[in-house]
Antibody, heavy 121, light 109 residues
Framework: EVQLLESGGGLVQPGGSLRLSCAAS????????MNWVRQVPGKGLECVSA????????LHADSVKGRFTISRDDSENTVYLQMNSLRVEDTAVYYC??????????????WGQGTLVTVSS | EIVMTQSPATLSVSPGERATLSCRAS??????LAWYQQKRGQAPRLLIY???TRDTGIPARFSGSGSGTEFTLTISSLQSEDFAVYYC???????????FGQGTKLEIK
């Protein structure tokens, strides 16, 4: 059974940092691209970061570029999101997702349960 | 950037009836379109990919159609568990942005 388990969310002040983790199990982790998708409570979905198989290429949405960094450890079947210089507008539930498709053309076939990040003073 | 627009924002339908949800892309995404269902308090779940292919375990009452810029998700006979928010998502362009529509809330009439 595919499982994605996020952790690391919480309350942080504006300008602060958090590191999210996503532990994957039930599939061959190192052959899938992985992603972080966020959802402001009651609002829509935004893919903020993606990382390729092998980790050699990463992509970040303009809204987080220069502040967020996605990485992966295939030996631990884990993907991370380092979030720096956090802003109030980064408040959201962050989902870890698996990408399935071809190259960078993929959809998100499995989602974690999400972890809430609240940025507030 | 490709913008995805879903309509209507809210759709009220009675159980047993058919629901038709629309999604439009601001430029062609070919068939690189997915649909997701999200129930309150849960993560989204993949329903359809490649515009028309049901994911594993998705009931046959869910069907997707379209290509290019116009797409439709049809639920043929609504069950109580189908009332949720539905999102479309494109995965076509480069650099990839994986943009979602704003969602359609399907509610009980």
């Amino acid at each position: 059974e595919v499982q994605l388990l996020e952790s690391g969310g919480g309350l942080v002040q504006p300008g602060g940092s958090l590191r999210l983790s996503c532990a994957a199990s039930g599939f061959t982790f190192n052959i899938y691209a992985m992603n972080w998708v966020r959802q402001v409570p009651g609002k829509g979905l935004e893919c903020v970061s993606a990382i390729s198989v092998g980790g050699g290429t990463t992509l970040h949405a303009d809204s987080v570029k220069g502040r967020f960094t996605i990485s992966r450890d295939d030996s631990e079947n884990t993907v991370y999101l380092q979030m720096n210089s956090l802003r109030v507008e980064d408040t959201a539930v962050y989902y870890c997702t698996r990408g399935r498709g071809s190259g960078w053309q993929y959809y998100f076939d499995f989602w974690g349960q999400g972890t809430l990040v609240t940025v507030s003073s | 950037e490709i913008v995805m627009t879903q309509s209507p924002a809210t759709l009220s339908v009675s159980p047993g009836e058919r629901a038709t949800l629309s999604c439009r892309a601001s430029q062609s995404v070919s068939s690189n379109l997915a649909w997701y269902q999200q129930k309150r308090g849960q993560a989204p779940r993949l329903l359809i990919y490649g515009a028309s292919t049901r994911d594993t375990g998705i009931p046959a009452r869910f069907s997707g159609s379209g290509s290019g810029t116009e797409f439709t998700l049809t639920i043929s006979s609504l069950q109580s568990e189908d009332f949720a928010v539905y999102y479309c998502q494109q995965y076509s362009n480069w650099p990839p942005t994986y943009t979602f529509g704003q969602g359609t809330k399907l509610e009980i009439k």
